[in-house]
T-cell receptor, first 111, second 116 residues
Framework: RKEVEQDPGPFNVPEGATVAFNCTYSNSASQSFFWYRQDCRKEPKLLMSVYSSGNEDGRFTAQLNRASQYISLLIRDSKLSDSATYLCVVNIRGGYQKVTFGTGTKLQVIP | GAVVSQHPSRVICKSGTSVKIECRSLDFQATTMFWYRQFPKQSLMLMATSNEGSKATYEQGVEKDKFLINHASLTLSTLTVTSAHPEDSSFYIC????????????FGDGTRLSIL
């Protein structure tokens, strides 16, 4: 089983729709969680950190469920510019940092 | 925000050439740097984790003698693809982190390597 799993999609949604992605993790030592977006042929860029109490940044809401070991990303009022691959990243506590990526979920927002 | 610089952004060279890629953290000390490879329409694949002053830790299936990593300072890590062949053509991306587990990584712009 992979340490971090995401539905690869693609999720095809119309403009203005609300879409949600989940990401499950298996390592109980997972400490910090992040969502990145990656545009085609570009490097990943940090979208938002995920806090235990949940956090919101404009149209984006991230949540963490430690009991069930998953994080989620909700995008409201989807824009064409939201089309990208969304990567779930998990940092695992330890001596040196260990980072695990999900394979990403592809989102395509359709006019 | 934190900036990570990667150079060069594009390399085209002949088979058998060795190619060095640099990754620099410009405004923080990067205890840990990561090297990834991404083939077209595939997900990022971690190649190795590089910790300043120690040997890199390579992922399974990644040849350490083929992909030489040097993390000589807290702001610079290099990846050298030795005797590159066409199958090494890929998008190579580095990321850097202060080494504190609650801090995110920051990515370089990536290097697109094409071996003819």
């Amino acid at each position: 089983r992979k340490e971090v799993e995401q539905d690869p999609g693609p999720f095809n949604v119309p403009e203005g729709a609300t879409v949600a992605f989940n990401c499950t993790y298996s390592n109980s030592a997972s400490q910090s969680f992040f969502w990145y977006r990656q545009d085609c042929r570009k490097e990943p860029k940090l979208l938002m950190s995920v806090y235990s109490s949940g956090n919101e940044d404009g149209r984006f809401t991230a949540q963490l469920n430690r009991a069930s070991q998953y994080i989620s990303l909700l995008i409201r009022d989807s824009k064409l510019s939201d089309s990208a691959t969304y990567l779930c990243v998990v940092n695992i506590r330890g001596g040196y940092q260990k980072v695990t990526f999900g394979t990403g979920t592809k989102l395509q927002v359709i006019p | 925000g934190a900036v990570v610089s990667q150079h060069p952004s594009r390399v085209i060279c002949k088979s058998g050439t060795s190619v060095k890629i640099e990754c620099r953290s410009l405004d923080f000390q990067a205890t840990t740097m990561f090297w990834y490879r991404q083939f077209p329409k595939q997900s990022l694949m971690l190649m190795a984790t590089s910790n300043e002053g120690s040997k890199a830790t390579y992922e399974q299936g990644v040849e350490k003698d083929k992909f030489l990593i040097n993390h000589a300072s807290l702001t610079l890590s290099t990846l050298t693809v030795t005797s590159a062949h066409p199958e090494d053509s890929s998008f190579y991306i580095c990321s850097a982190s202060p080494g504190i587990s609650n801090q995110p990584q920051h990515f370089g712009d990536g290097t697109r390597l094409s071996i003819l």
